[in-house]
């Protein structure tokens, strides 16, 4: 990195660090589907952006130990750690892709993030193609899965760990120049996969225009994927046995209806609580659902949001919300 790019480095650093180590802003609303979600979200429970400044967030993950989250910004090539006693610092730079050639690049930087254990995460690191191990204590980060059937991976983008080390994710074109149609794009689909803790990839699905975000029950029997597609925003929900093959498939959630000008974003990224509410990035927010796929509300930000994830306490939803980082406190 030269001198320029360092003092234009700093100084977007410290514009985040102005606005992430200020008090919680409040913005955006509540939209209140079904009275059930009274018991989840309080009457007057008000988002907050907790910082402001990035090119496109991703990918939160609460970090246990140390009480702090990282999330990504995927086309700025940087993992970052925000805490409320700090506010936002750079984590890792780059995050993803680390050689100067980005031709055929459209997204460098790692996408998804979910811990791992105290010390390590696992990433969808789409500049690379693969999806990672990252050590927390040194940055240092293993290259687990490139490959399926001997051609690289599209860009994989989110991703779910099962207890017993199955790692479930999917790969579609998003980090790719011109997308389906880049000549780097070596499958000739974009794929919803497992990998298995030794190593083996396998694909769940092949049909899904562009598997996005990913999650999995409570009880880890039923696999969530959504599909950011405008033409076919969908949740598929699939019965997994335990070699974490697929026994079934089905719709769980449309949102057809939903696509407006003024409800920007997509399915994309999802958080599951404990008790099987399904928090699902979607056009104009974030839905919650039910078990049984019936909307209970809408937690507006003002922007598109990318993916969420809970804090430890199972209680605080972290949002990555294009530009920005918000939070909710839930009941």
């Known amino acids: 990195m030269n001198m320029i790019s360092k003092l234009v480095a700093a100084l977007l650093l410290f514009v985040i660090n102005i606005a992430g180590c200020s008090s919680a802003a409040p913005i955006g609303s509540i939209e209140r589907f079904d009275p059930a979600l009274d018991a989840i979200v309080a009457p007057g429970a008000q988002v907050e952006k907790l910082a402001e400044g990035f090119d496109w967030a991703e990918g939160p993950v609460w970090i246990r130990t140390g009480g702090y989250l990282l999330f990504t910004d995927v086309p700025a090539n940087t993992l970052y750690r925000w805490s409320a006693r700090d506010g936002v610092s750079i984590f890792l730079k780059p995050s993803g892709y680390e050689g100067r050639d980005l031709a055929g690049l459209r997204e460098a930087g790692a996408n998804g993030l979910i811990a791992a254990d105290d010390r390590t995460i696992l990433m969808a690191d789409s500049g690379n193609r693969a999806i990672a191990r990252l050590a927390l204590d040194d940055r240092r980060k293993t290259l687990l899965a ?91 929900a699939y019965d997994l046995n335990a070699a974490g093959e697929p026994t079934g498939r ?33 056009p104009g927010g974030v839905l919650v659902f039910a078990k049984d796929g019936r909307r209970l509300g809408r937690i507006r930000t003002g922007a598109a949001v990318a993916n969420c994830a809970f804090s430890d306490d199972g209680r605080t939803l972290y949002m990555t919300s294009d530009h920005m980082l918000a939070r909710l406190r839930l009941r």
Request: cysteine-free; hydrophobic content about 40%.
């Open 146 to 236: 490139t490959q399926f059937a001997g051609r690289r991976f599209n860009s994989p983008n989110d991703l779910v760990r099962r207890s017993d080390g199955m790692i479930f994710f999917t790969d579609p074109p998003y980090g790719l120049e011109g997308l389906n149609a880049s000549p780097l794009k070596q499958l000739d689909f974009n794929g919803v996969y497992r990998l298995a803790p030794d190593g083996t990839v396998a694909p769940i699905d092949r049909s899904l225009s562009f598997p996005n975000g990913i999650a999995l029950s409570p009880d880890e029997r039923t696999l969530f994927v959504s599909n950011s597609d405008p033409q076919r925003p969908i949740w598929i």
């Open 250 to 282: 089905r719709i769980f959630a449309d949102a057809s209806d939903l696509i407006a000008p003024t409800a920007p974003g997509l399915p994309d990224g999802m958080a599951m609580s404990a008790d099987g509410h399904l928090f699902a990035t979607a």
